[in-house]
């Protein structure tokens, strides 16, 4: 059993911690958390992943330098940290199978946070051992969150805009008109899970077309001008945002009796689909 309770509730429960207790993670819950990590290595695409739980040191807080969250995280137990192959596709893998993890934690009753950038020098790719042909895109702290938001937690999740998700109109489209719930039938949930996912400050990049009759579902990604340009992001996290989008519409899909699989297929479609990126369809089983 992957989870231990239902992965509606595990996405609605998740949110980013970035102040943690002192308490360390109890054995039984790094042993649970090492295991999955050891099997979650292959994305919807194929490209491999590997992932490793630290403890935190001074030298691993130190590869936080130069990101704008620097400073913002408090006393984590340790760090999920990954490196996956430099291949196509890699990036939406990685956000694939790092979301896994953070839900993975969240069900065993533990906190987390994305911190994407780029960690391809210093603590963290020593500790994975990061080899030439592999990248770094992100890491998690884990432990156990505080009970009370910190008066800079609660300023940085309005800032952020942690609470605020685009409606479904500005996300899920038939055609070039925007998906109403009723229409998308029992890939409602799905879809809604894929509005509450985390992305890169909150831009909620994903934008999915649907084709009813044939059931497909083309995920793309809306460009936030400049953003690839950004000196801290030298990782293209729109990518790994779409990773976590696929992440919560597969998993969810699963979970409600819903079978399908990933294909590259661009459909080239005329409308709104020109101005925007296409990355890969759901292409459900009928």
Known sequence: ????????????????????????????????????????????????????????????????KGLITYGMIKNPAGFVVGAVEN?????????????????????????????????????????????????????????????????????????AGANNRKPWSSLFYKDDNPLAIEQAGRYATPLEMVRLAPSANNFQPWRIIMEPKSNLFHFYIKRVPGLKQLSFMKSDLQRVDIGIAMCHFALTAEEEGLQGIWRVNDPRSGGMAKKLEYIATWVANH
């Open 1 to 64: 059993m992957l989870f231990h309770k239902r992965i509606t509730d595990i996405i609605r429960q998740r949110k980013s911690i970035r102040s943690y207790t002192d308490q360390p993670i109890e054995k039984e819950k790094e042993a649970s958390l090492n295991a999955f990590l050891s099997e979650n290595t292959t994305g919807p695409f194929g490209t491999k992943s590997r992932f490793i739980l630290i403890a935190a040191t001074a030298q691993d807080k130190e590869s936080l």
């Open 87 to 159: 291949k196509p596709h890699n990036l939406e893998d990685f956000g694939y199978l790092m979301e896994k993890i953070i839900l993975k934690a969240t069900d065993l009753g533990l906190g987390t946070c994305w911190l994407g950038g780029t960690f391809n020098t210093g603590g963290f790719a020593q500790k994975i051992a990061l080899q030439p042909n592999e990248v770094l895109p992100a890491v998690t702290p884990v432990g156990h969150a505080v009970t009370k938001l910190s008066i800079m937690d609660s300023v940085i999740r309005t800032s």
